[in-house]
């Protein structure tokens, strides 16, 4: 399995609290991403990181923010947390991006009371 | 913008049955496809994926996909049902980099 580990595992908060997700890679991958997923809608990307400091919106970026100061760490922020965003986030990594492999982690549960 | 869509969120096979989890791609260039496969509180695992090479894909577990440009389909097959194939099945498509998934399928195996 690549290694990929996410923290926290799972999360209650309350809404209008900041909460941080954080991804922790061992390979060396350039590219690290971010997605939520719900019930109908498969995974959707919020975000993704390209290198060092370099990152993207992706489809549902709004009320998230990143930050990736280190290549093996990708940092998701909610800045205000909502009950719609209530979701199971995954993180991936891969070398490159449109045929090469994502391997994912295990996922955050996230509960937004 | 490229996408996929999975026709049926649940498909019940008995064991031993064939397998078929349908996927159809929206693309006006040639498309990179791939099937992953989710097990309860795991992240997505890769099962295959197509790249022009050949158009029938083998992967693991014993599925494989056949891209079929002229119904603009990529549908996953086994021959055989497992209980252990019991899982979530996502349709993905390369747009622009980024990959497009579709809504799922939740497989189940009958003993």
């Known amino acids: 399995d690549a290694g990929i580990t996410q923290s926290p595992r799972h999360k209650v908060t309350e809404t209008g609290t900041p909460v941080t997700l954080r991804c922790h890679q061992t390979?060396?991958?350039?590219?690290m991403y971010w997605y939520r997923q719900d019930p109908g809608h498969g995974l959707r990307l919020i975000h993704y990181?390209?290198?060092?400091?370099?990152?993207d919106k992706g489809e549902v970026s709004d009320g998230y923010s990143v930050s990736r100061s280190k290549t093996e760490d990708f940092l998701l922020t909610l800045e205000s947390a909502t009950s719609s965003q209530t979701s199971v986030y995954f993180c991936?990594?891969?070398?490159?991006?449109?045929?090469?492999?994502?391997?994912f982690g295990p996922g955050t549960r996230l509960l937004v009371l | 913008a490229q996408s996929v869509t999975q026709l049926g969120s649940h498909v019940s096979v008995s064991e031993g049955a064939l397998v078929l989890l349908r996927c159809n791609y929206s693309?006006?260039?040639?498309?990179?496809l791939f099937w992953y496969v989710q097990y309860p509180n795991q992240g997505l695992q890769l099962l295959l994926k197509y790249t022009s090479a050949a158009t029938l894909v083998k992967g693991i577990n014993g599925f494989e996909a056949e891209f079929k440009k002229s119904e603009t389909s990529f549908h996953l097959t086994k021959p055989s049902a497992h209980m252990s194939d019991a899982a979530e099945y996502f349709c993905a498509v390369s747009d622009r980099g980024l990959r497009r998934f579709g809504a799922g399928t939740r497989l189940t195996v009958k003993p």
């Open positions: 991936a990594i891969s070398d490159g991006t449109s045929y090469e492999t994502q391997y």
């Open positions: 693309s006006s260039v040639p498309p990179y």
């Open positions: 990181s390209y290198g060092v400091k370099d990152t």
């Open positions: 390979e060396n991958h350039r590219y």
